[in-house]
C-alpha cells in the first residue's frame, strides 16, 4: 500500500478518520492523502480562488492540529476538488495502484448524509479499492484480532485470502464468526463446509485463529454483538456478503452496520487480496 485517501471535511469527526489512518499508514508506510470536496456553490472567478486559499489556510492548521497522532516520517499531503463526493474520493484512489479509502462515518459537515445515503452504496459500489471505515466515537487503535463474519454465500468465503494476508501484516489472529440465521439442516451442513474450507486455508497460511458458531442471529446483529467487548478488532466484510451491504446500506438499517459498528469496517470490493507491501487482485479461493 502507497496512498491512503482520507475524504475530509474539517469536521472533529471526520478527523477519526485521519486516527485510522495514521495507524494504517504506520503498518505500510503509505502517504496520507487528505481529500476535501467542496459543496457546490456556484461560486465563479475570484470567488473560487478565495475559497481554495481559504480552504488552503485550514488545510494547513488541520497539518500543524495532527502531527501528534501521525507517525514520524509518514507524509501527508491534502487534494481539494470539485464534483460529486463519491465520484471525486473514488477517482483520486483509482488514480494510484496502491490506495486505499479510509473514512469516518459521521461527520458535522455532510458525511452523515454522504455515508448513510445513496452516496455510500454508490461510492462503495464504484470503487475498486478496500475501504476502512470508522464511526464516530470508535478509537482508532493497533488491530488485536480480525473479526471474519462466515455465511453460506459464496462471496462470503472469499475475504480468506484477503484476511491470511491481512492478519500477517497486523501481527494478529482471527476470529472466524459461523453464523447460520436460519438453523436449518441444510444451511448448517452447507457452512460446516464453508468453515472446514476456510480453516483449512487459515492454517495452511499460518494463521491463528479461534471459530465461534452462532446461530439464530442475523449477520450483523451477531457481528456487532461480537465486537462489542473487542476494542481492538477489524471487521471485514465484501460487497459479496449475502446479508451485509447491499440490504444495510438500504433504509433504516444501514446504520446498524457501518454506522453502529464498535470498531472498524473493512469494506473489501470484489477480488482484491493484500499482500504485505501492496494490494494485488487475486483468483477464486
Not at 457481528?223 to 433504509?251: R, Y
Request: charged share 25%; aromatic share 10%.
Amino acid at each position: 500500500m502507497k496512498k491512503i485517501i482520507v475524504p475530509y471535511d474539517f469536521s472533529q469527526e471526520a478527523r477519526n478518520g485521519i486516527s485510522l489512518a495514521a495507524q494504517l499508514a504506520d503498518y505500510f508506510k503509505a502517504t496520507i492523502q487528505l481529500v476535501h470536496v467542496p459543496k457546490n456553490r456556484n461560486l465563479q472567478g475570484i470567488e473560487v480562488e478565495r475559497e481554495k486559499q481559504a480552504i488552503s489556510k485550514r488545510f494547513d492548521e488541520t497539518l500543524e492540529q495532527i502531527t501528534p497522532i501521525v507517525p514520524s516520517g509518514i507524509p501527508v499531503e491534502y487534494l481539494v476538488k470539485y464534483g460529486k463526493v463519491y465520484k471525486e474520493i473514488c477517482a483520486q484512489a483509482e488514480a494510484s495502484d496502491d490506495s486505499i479509502i479510509v473514512a469516518s462515518t459521521h461527520g458535522a459537515s455532510g458525511f452523515e448524509e454522504f455515508f448513510i445515503g445513496s452516496n455510500a452504496l454508490r461510492m462503495i459500489s464504484a470503487s475498486q479499492k478496500p475501504i476502512y471505515t470508522i464511526h464516530h466515537g470508535v478509537e482508532a487503535r493497533r488491530f488485536g484480532q480480525i473479526i471474519f463474519p462466515l455465511d453460506t454465500s459464496f462471496g462470503s468465503r472469499q475475504k480468506a485470502a484477503y484476511i491470511a494476508n491481512a492478519a500477517k501484516v497486523y501481527g494478529c489472529p482471527v476470529s472466524v464468526l459461523a453464523i447460520a440465521e436460519k438453523p436449518t439442516e441444510k444451511q448448517m451442513e452447507k457452512l460446516a463446509a464453508y468453515t472446514k474450507q476456510v480453516e483449512e486455508y487459515l492454517a495452511k497460511q499460518g494463521v491463528e485463529y479461534q471459530v465461534y458458531h452462532i446461530e439464530g442471529m442475523d449477520f450483523v446483529d451477531a457481528t456487532i454483538t461480537f465486537a462489542k467487548d473487542k476494542l481492538d478488532a477489524l471487521i471485514v466484510i465484501t460487497e459479496q456478503d449475502k446479508n451485509s451491504l447491499p440490504v444495510f446500506l438500504i433504509g433504516d438499517n444501514s446504520q446498524r452496520f457501518l454506522c453502529k459498528s464498535p470498531v472498524p469496517v473493512l469494506i473489501l470490493p470484489p477480488r482484491v487480496n493484500l499482500k504485505s507491501d501492496s494490494f494485488h487482485t487475486f483468483g477464486q479461493y
